[in-house]
T-cell receptor, first 113, second 113 residues
Framework: SQQGEEDPQALSIQEGENATMNCSYK?????LQWYRQNSGRGLVHLIL?????REKHSGRLRVTLDTSKKSSSLLITASRAADTASYFC?????????????FGQGTTLQVKP | DSGVTQTPKHLITATGQRVTLRCSPR?????VYWYQQSLDQGLQFLIQ???????AKGNILERFSAQQFPDLHSELNLSSLELGDSALYFC????????????FGQGTRLTVV
């Protein structure tokens, strides 16, 4: 299976701390995306990083990609209680025409006020 | 609001029945994707349509079928339902294939009793 793995599965931190989530995948990618899901709701796109990029920033989010290790990390700085959610990495493999996303199992983040 | 509309939000039906889930993509998006989210399988890609044509197929059961209509809305038909089909079904849309982010609807929660 191409499905990626994320760790940790669960993370609990205090407000103001940084949260780091990791994602690994098995085969070469076209791009990697991170999504957020609040309990039982739809997924919200956070950031897309292409295979030729190494790092991207968006507000308090920083994503890195290491294609040699087939891994990515998502860093959320200065976390807030509102960041409590599940975070998923998703990869697009091979031709970009299809765009089907292969999701990891997700990391559940709890930010305590 | 992602701009992707899914109906109904909730559906409860009996085993053996058939249901239709509906998705209206974001205005202008040509690609529509269907995903299934369950506790044991996580987020699984089912099928993609692009401008009315099937473009990619994932782990979609033979009892399931989908189509995309000329106005670009899509329907996912689930038949001969089993208890194990209970899950959240998401529709997503994107402008192109996999080079851009996908926008997810709020999902249809299907419960088979």
């Amino acid at each position: 299976s191409q499905q990626g793995e994320e760790d940790p599965q669960a993370l609990s931190i205090q407000e103001g701390e940084n949260a780091t989530m990791n994602c690994s995948y098995k085969t070469s990618i076209n791009n990697l995306q991170w999504y957020r899901q609040n309990s039982g709701r739809g997924l919200v796109h956070l950031i897309l990083i292409r295979s030729n990029e190494r790092e991207k920033h968006s507000g308090r989010l920083r994503v890195t990609l290491d294609t040699s290790k087939k891994s990515s990390s998502l860093l959320i700085t200065a976390s807030r209680a509102a960041d409590t959610a599940s975070y998923f990495c998703a990869t697009v493999h091979g031709s970009s025409n299809t765009g089907k996303l292969i999701f990891g199992q997700g990391t559940t983040l709890q930010v305590k006020p | 609001d992602s701009g992707v509309t899914q109906t109904p939000k909730h559906l409860i039906t009996a085993t053996g029945q058939r249901v239709t889930l509906r998705c209206s993509p974001r205005s202008g998006d040509l690609s529509v994707y269907w995903y299934q989210q369950s506790l044991d399988q996580g987020l699984q890609f089912l099928i993609q349509y692009y401008n009315g044509e099937e473009r990619a197929k994932g782990n979609i059961l033979e009892r399931f079928s989908a189509q995309q209509f000329p106005d670009l809305h899509s329907e996912l038909n689930l038949s001969s339902l089993e208890l194990g089909d209970s899950a959240l079904y998401f529709c997503a849309s994107s402008a192109q294939g996999g080079t851009t982010e996908a926008f997810f609807g709020q999902g249809t929660r299907l419960t088979v009793v």
